[in-house]
């Protein structure tokens, strides 16, 4: 048990549809991390949230639209997305942003068709 | 090339054996990390470390900061090893605050 839940776990959508991805943490951390993993690359890190505020946005398509309600919850809304979006997509979290343990949760494997 | 650069990229053991895995970085760091991930995605966090040499169970990571160079020991390896293992570094000071990863070595302990 991580502590992190993503839901779904698998997702396959089509170019033109819009779905939402979840991310809940039940650690009692003020930070949480959206990235994406691709076949044979490095993770990339998409979004950072520290207190429900964006701190960082790593050069991210517009098609993917972050949400952070709460310091418990992370959303990735996703529209219009292309193939090559495919990929397994993590949430983490940490006590703090900027020095601390990231607790990850198990994924979404996403793929565009 | 990418800042981080583990070796090897594909490691195949047999039960028992001692592993070694390599990370090389290039830029200056605040702590580097070393993660677990299992087939399915699961991402663990195995150790963080700044300075000199953590144990924990059958797994050690040790740090040299001059030669920006950090290796993770398996002992006694255990086919239930067998995993991704992923080194990423946090830069320092300004806004390097950011994990960079490595491609990750993929292990695989036959039993």
């Known amino acids: 048990e991580t502590g992190v839940t993503q839901t779904p776990r698998h997702l396959v959508m089509g170019m033109t549809n819009k779905k939402s991805l979840k991310c809940e943490q039940h650690l009692g951390h003020n930070a949480m991390y959206w990235y994406k993993q691709s076949a044979k690359k490095p993770l990339e890190l998409m979004f950072v949230?520290?207190?429900?505020?964006?701190?960082e946005n790593n050069s991210v398509p517009s098609r993917f639209s972050p949400e952070c309600p709460n310091s418990s919850h992370l959303f990735l809304h996703l529209h219009t997305l292309q193939p090559e979006d495919s990929a397994l997509y993590l949430c983490a979290s940490s006590q703090d942003w900027f020095t601390d343990t990231q607790y990850f949760g198990p994924g979404t494997r996403l793929t565009v068709l | 090339k990418n800042e981080v650069e583990q070796s090897p990229q594909n490691l195949t053991a047999q039960e028992g054996e001692f592993i070694t895995i390599n990370c090389s970085y290039s830029?200056?760091?605040?702590?580097l990390h070393w993660l677990q991930q299992h087939p399915g995605g699961g991402i663990v966090s195995l150790f963080m470390l700044s300075s000199g040499k953590k144990k924990h169970g059958r797994l050690i990571a040790t740090i040299n900061i001059q030669e920006k160079h950090s290796s993770l020991h398996i002992t006694a390896s255990h086919p239930r090893d067998s995993a991704v293992y992923i080194c990423a570094v946090r830069g320092s000071g300004g806004s390097n605050y950011k994990l960079t990863f490595g491609k990750g070595t993929l292990l695989t302990v036959n039993p």
């Open positions: 949230y520290s207190l429900e505020e964006r701190v």
């Open positions: 830029v200056g760091i605040s702590a």
